[in-house]
Every structure is written in structure tokens, then in C-alpha cells.
């Protein structure tokens, strides 16, 4: 297969990949079929399924796609400045960026009106548990430069933050329109919690920030290939497409 072949699928693959998001948005998981995302793709069923055996496969990677560019984002505000590592920086970020994503909010909250089983399928168990794992290191390289308190047992405080972070996600959809808060202040909001909640009370040491930024990039780095490598595994076919 020539060099061309390849990036044609993977242009196919990401018209497939936008048609399905923009259904799934707009109709919910359980309405929509991969028939109705190859017509919005321009495309036939066939070829959908040359590069997804599954419905939920399909739809899981429209979520490992995003989780890719969100974490893009995270870390290029870490390595633009060395003070977003910190936790209070990295939920405002996480906050903020996840207006542009809102199938991983959908995800987040487990909301499945939205998403239907796929919250539950066992891809997105085993990556929600990657990712987990690598949140894990991150807290314990904050907590091992005194940048997280350590009045509280490591597990308990991973626990706390997990709460506290949902809590910010799942409340404003119970909440009457008028006592939810906008965006930017829900941020600033997660980032004074975690700061008094989670954090040391003095200012942390610009050089220990410098110096740990790149261990906790790499972690993120790290985090963001595990999806990465999901996303372009779908993109490549072993057969040539019989349409396109």
C-alpha cells in the first residue's frame, strides 16, 4: 500500500469519525447507526465497517480522538508555562477545554442519554483504567515534590480530587438555569477548591516547577499515545475499500 493509499484512508477515516460525532450529538448513541453515519460521511455502509468491525468500536474512537486533542491542549499550555503542571492549573485547563469536547463530558458523567452502554463497554473501561493510572503518577509526583499535602492518605486524596472534579461536571445539569454558573467562572471556581482544598498554602518554588515540568509532561505525554495508538489502529485497513 503506497503512501497515498494510507493518508486516503485516513482522510476517510476522519470524515467517518466527524459524521458520527455530529449524530451522536445530535440524536444520542442508541439512535444512531452506522447505515445513517455512512450517508452523512458520503460513503457506503461497507466501507465503515473496513475500518470498524463494530458499531461501538466506531463510536469509542470519536472519544479517544478527542481525549487526543484535549490532552494536546494540556500539555501545550505545560510546556508554554511550567506553573500549569500544578493540580488546581490542570483541572481549570481540563475544565475550560472541555467545552470543546462534549461527548467526553457526555463520558465524564457517565451521562447516557448521550452515550447509552458505551460508558460502560469494556475499550472504555480500559482506558478510563490507563488513564487512572497515569493520573496516579502524576498526583504522586506533585505529592513527592511537596506540591500536594500529605495530611491525607495518597488513596483518600486521589479519591477527594476524582469527587471534587465530577462534582464540577455533573452539578450544573441538576442546578435551574439561572443558579448555573458560566464556564469561566466554574473554572476559576475547581481552581480556588483544589488550590485550598489540595495544595500547600505557600507559593511553590519556581524552580521545582521548572525542573518537575518535564517528568509530568512526559506522564501526560504518555496518557495521550495510549489513545493516540487506539485512534490510528482504526485507521488503517487491511483490505482496499470496495467504495468510497
Known sequence: MTEGDVGKQQQRAERILDAA????????????TIEEVAKRAGIGKGTVYL???????LFFTVLARDSVKMLGGIIAAMRADAAEILLH???????????EFPLLQAMFTRDTEVL??????????SLRSKKFESSREYYRLLRER?????DLAPDAQIYAINAAMFGFYATDPLLPAEERQPLEERA?????????????????????LRALAPRIIEEFERMRAQYMQFVQGSFTSTRESPEE
Do not use: C
Not at 455530529?22 to 444520542?28: D, Y
Not at 476559576?188 to 518554588?205: K, S
Open 21 to 32: 460525532a455530529e449524530l451522536v450529538l445530535r440524536w444520542g448513541y442508541k439512535r444512531v
Open 51 to 57: 475500518h470498524w468491525k463494530t458499531r461501538e468500536a
Open 89 to 99: 492549573r490542570v483541572l481549570r485547563r481540563t475544565l475550560l477545554l472541555m467545552k
Open 116 to 125: 447509552g452502554n458505551l460508558v460502560v463497554e469494556s475499550s472504555a473501561q
Open 146 to 150: 511537596g506540591l500536594l499535602r500529605a
Open 188 to 208: 476559576e471556581i475547581v481552581a480556588t477548591m483544589a488550590r485550598n482544598a489540595f495544595e500547600p498554602p505557600d507559593a511553590p518554588d519556581p524552580e521545582v
